[in-house]
């Protein structure tokens, strides 16, 4: 059994397995180490990743890609609609509010979520992963953007599980990439902390951590980040100017063909990679529409003033960065900069001028992420023994509390877990109770989100309570920011006293005393307050007595159910489990034809090449027509 890290990127996905040996990125059918992020919908089965991309052009609007910018986010949100106006396929707003994705397939209208998606594009990833390593696969590390909230987080769960994966972390970016960089580097000084910045700029976002490293530790300082300022943004600008400029000169408008400003973006991506090496360059597109053929030219230097709002857009998240991390840009030991949109010069003089030091280019830029992710997935399997390493990451967002009486922690607007909080943590709240009650989560300081975000996270209903003579129960709720840093309820338990003649006062209250110092061992935070002296004057009292008729405290586990806003239910899960089995058994039917039909034609030109040279004297003129004619037939 092996251990397997993904770095779902916007563009790319990277694959990557820790062997006995180290780690290595898997290839894909195409021999290529980085597939892309699309699901095409052809006429009678599914084409993912590369095959695709490969049939994007000839079948667009069933041709879906750059589904992590939709995945857990809602129709409205006016990023979304931005997002939606540069992509082919059709939407609609579903009923929950979310996204719809409509489309064609097998001559029937089909409605897909972006959940539905990535479970196909997860599904994908697993296959080539077991046709590498010709075994099945679960345990699995995913890398996710610091600023996915909650709900996209719960997302990215549910479609590895429609796929058919057990991942044992969501684990971020940049947490990742500095997990690849620290582990294996030995010469961090002992005097005292390293810190390092690592700056990752995809191909549709831009993140900055900043993190501390010590021998066997590495602790995540901060998180920041800008969610639409990627590699993308600087070919857009590109785009712009070329269809400015072809429409003066050449008479078209590239914006009124989808297909010619598909063209024309594939074009000015691979533009901008030449510039980052070369002063200037040019343009050339055959039949760009209309039978045109567009040239164009641009330099490197003017390129740069065009993308200069995007260059001071670059130096917020770095400043913020330190700002956060509470740290000077001298106290940087160095940065690291990675991701598909790292590679222009003028990006690397700007970190230069911020941090005070030339960036370095250690890590592999396309596969650090993914790397990261599958040394993870080794220390936290059982199947592989790992050098300890200890990884401490945080959650970007304050995450708060509430109930019917308002916030459960007043003094600090209902922030049970702040900004800057480690992952894993744990928690516990008192309550006075006499029937069911619920608990909201949600994000104390929306300005912290990216725009457009709801700040609801989950609804947990805690009960039924009943207290005992009619008094109030005392309840304790154990809340937990899991490792995928997903806030949940784990627990929640009554503590009711009784009257028992028959137990000795030393073990009277061992119970509960065990649970009090888990709950104080666990940061436990009180909505109501608890009388802790008249119980410690109680095992006083008891103590002195010995045996007799005393009060007994007893803990008694309560219901928890759980509602997640814009989340699926258990019954959605399983539909969209069944139809995602049923259109990969369509999808391998059609596999398995085409080879049979393959293997019967190879078997057709074999046996008519034989029939009139090896077996030619074994047969008469008579017979070699007649199996001519049926072999014709057959091919036929």
């Keep these: 059994m092996s251990v397997v890290g993904f770095d779902i990127g916007n563009e790319n996905c990277v694959i990557a397995v820790v062997k006995q040996r180290g780690i290595d990125v898997l290839m894909n059918d195409e021999s290529k180490r980085e597939t892309p992020s699309v699901v095409c919908f052809g006429e009678k089965q599914r084409f993912m990743g590369s095959a695709g991309a490969a049939s994007a052009m000839k079948n667009l609007k069933s041709t879906i890609s750059q589904v992590k910018r939709l995945i857990g986010r809602e129709f409205s949100d006016v990023d979304v609609q931005n997002e939606l106006k540069k992509l082919p396929f059709e939407t609609s707003e579903g009923p929950d509010g979310g996204i719809l994705i409509c489309l064609t397939y097998r001559g029937e209208s089909h409605t897909f979520t972006p959940v539905q998606i990535m479970a196909m594009l997860f599904a994908h990833l697993k296959e080539i992963t077991e046709k590498n390593l010709e075994m099945p696969i679960s345990d699995c590390v995913i890398g996710i953007p610091s600023y996915f909230t909650d709900l996209q987080k719960r997302s990215y769960l549910n479609a590895a599980t429609i796929a058919g994966l057990k991942p044992l972390r969501l684990m971020h970016d940049c947490t990742a990439t500095a997990l690849s960089f620290g582990i294996y580097k030995t010469d961090f000084p002992s005097s005292g902390p390293t810190y390092v910045a690592f700056v990752d700029i995809g191909h549709c976002d831009t993140q900055v951590s900043i993190a501390l490293f010590e021998a066997g530790h590495m602790r995540i300082l901060s998180h920041t980040f800008d969610i639409s300022l990627g590699g993308r943004d600087f070919d857009e600008v590109l785009f712009t100017y070329f269809a400015s400029k072809f429409k003066e000169q050449y008479g078209i408008d590239v914006y009124s063909n989808i297909k010619a400003c598909i063209r024309l973006r594939v074009a000015c991506e691979k533009l901008k990679k030449v510039l980052s090496a070369n002063p200037e360059a040019p343009l050339n597109i055959e039949c760009l529409m209309e039978e045109k053929d567009v040239k164009g ?49 003028a990006i690397t003089r700007l970190l230069a001028s911020i941090f005070r030091r030339e960036p370095s280019r250690k890590l592999n ?144 209250h061992s119970n509960i005393d065990k649970m009090d110092a888990e709950c104080a061992a666990s940061d436990m935070v009180a909505n109501g307050v608890e009388d802790s002296t008249r119980a410690q004057s109680k095992s006083s009292h008891a103590s002195a007595e010995g045996i007799r008729s005393d ?72 017979e070699r027509e007649d199996i001519s004619s049926s072999l014709q037939q057959t091919e036929e």
């Design 297 to 345: 030219f641009i330099k490197r230097e003017e390129f740069e003033k065009l993308a200069s709002g995007l260059l001071d857009r670059m130096s917020i998240p770095c400043n913020k960065a330190l700002a956060d991390a509470g740290l000077a840009a001298e106290e940087i030991h160095s940065v690291e900069l990675v991701g598909s949109g790292s590679r222009i010069p």
């Design 365 to 508: 830029a396309s596969e650090c992420v993914a790397r990261g992710c599958a040394l993870q997935c080794a220390m936290l399997s059982p199947v592989f023994r790992v050098r300890e390493y200890e990884v401490q990451d945080i959650i970007p967002f304050s995450i708060g509390f509430s109930s019917e009486e308002g916030p459960i922690c007043t003094g600090s607007n209902g922030v049970l877990f702040p900004r800057g909080q480690p992952i894993p943590s744990l928690k516990v709240l008192s309550f006075q109770r006499s029937n069911l009650f619920h608990l909201e989560a949600f994000y104390a300081n929306p300005h912290e989100l990216p725009p457009g975000v709801s700040p609801k996270i989950s609804r947990f209903m805690i009960g039924r309570v009943h207290g005992s003579h009619g008094e109030k129960a005392r309840v304790k709720v154990k809340v937990q920011l899991n490792l995928h840093g997903i806030v949940c309820v784990e627990s929640a338990w009554l503590i009711e006293d009784h009257v028992d003649d028959t137990v000795t006062s030393s073990n009277t």
């Design 551 to 622: 009060e007994v405290t007893r803990r008694l586990e309560i219901l928890v159910s759980e509602s997640i806003y814009g989340g699926m239910t258990e019954a959605e899960l399983s539909d969209a489990q069944e139809k995602e089995t049923q259109l990969a058994q369509q999808d391998r039917a059609m596999e398995q034809t085409k080879y049979k039909k393959n293997a019967l034609e190879s078997y057709v030109y074999d046996m008519r090449n034989k029939l009139f040279n090896t077996y030619r004297s074994f047969a008469s003129d008579h």
